[in-house]
T-cell receptor, first 115, second 112 residues
Framework: NAGVTQTPKFQVLKTGQSMTLQCAQDMNHEYMSWYRQDPGMGLRLIHY???????DQGEVPNGYNVSRSTTEDFPLRLLSAAPSQTSVYFC????FGTGEGGEQFFGPGTRLTVL | GENVEQHPSTLSVQEGDSAVIKCTYS??????FPWYKQELGKGPQLIID?????GEKKDQRIAVTLNKTAKHFSLHITETQPEDSAVYFCAALVRGYSTLTFGKGTMLLVSP
């Protein structure tokens, strides 16, 4: 049971480049989400999904796209990278219990630098 | 939307002392309050959580208290150890919604 896995661990992009951050989980969780972590800002929600084929925006969605074609995978796409997207990105998953809450399992993170 | 404030941003204690981190939330419909610990270079990990029908919950050296009237909740760590050094995040979930709102985090430093 690998839990939540993220690739790559580190990435350097030039302004304007695009890329996809990969996230996968093997716990059959319905709920998956992407956060970015910046110094002094805590964890801010980018996008989330409550099941395959269903996605929604979080607090800071601009510049990012997501899709959820399977229960296991939830990739995050940067359309045209900007220096403001330099951050550490975390993917998380949990059992979706109609808003009653439950443990979110976080991946190890991807550290992205945009030059 | 929900807003979660967390204090202090940094907390330094001596080994063996107690540490308290406090959070306030804005939406009275919030009903689930987890605490996460993030060690350097790793993703956050749940250490304890509490639901709105409970006032206090304890797990060995850590405890969480909830005051629904004042809309605040706190993490208490007793007999701190150097391995408790990490960033701690509080969060809140509004009933019927699926997304957590996190506080900005507290860096706890435990000196031997």
């Amino acid at each position: 049971n690998a839990g939540v896995t993220q690739t790559p661990k580190f990435q350097v992009l030039k302004t304007g480049q695009s890329m996809t951050l990969q996230c996968a989980q093997d716990m059959n969780h319905e709920y998956m989400s992407w956060y970015r972590q910046d110094p002094g800002m805590g964890l801010r929600l980018i996008h989330y999904s409550v099941g395959a084929g269903i996605t929604d925006q979080g607090e800071v969605p601009n510049g990012y796209n997501v899709s959820r074609s399977t229960t296991e995978d939830f990739p995050l796409r940067l359309l045209s990278a900007a220096p403001s997207q330099t951050s550490v990105y975390f993917c998380a998953s949990s059992y979706f219990g109609t808003g009653e809450g439950g443990e979110q399992f976080f991946g190890p993170g991807t550290r992205l630098t945009v030059l | 939307g929900e807003n979660v404030e967390q204090h202090p941003s940094t907390l330094s204690v001596q080994e063996g002392d107690s540490a308290v981190i406090k959070c306030t939330y804005s939406d009275s419909a919030s009903n689930y309050f987890p605490w996460y610990k993030q060690e350097l270079g790793k993703g956050p990990q749940l250490i304890i959580d509490i639901r709105s029908n409970v006032g206090e919950k304890k797990d060995q050296r850590i405890a969480v208290t909830l005051n629904k009237t004042a809309k605040h909740f706190s993490l208490h760590i007793t007999e701190t150890q150097p391995e408790d050094s990490a960033v701690y995040f509080c969060a809140a979930l509004v009933r019927g919604y699926s997304t957590l709102t996190f506080g900005k985090g507290t860096m706890l430093l435990v000196s031997p």
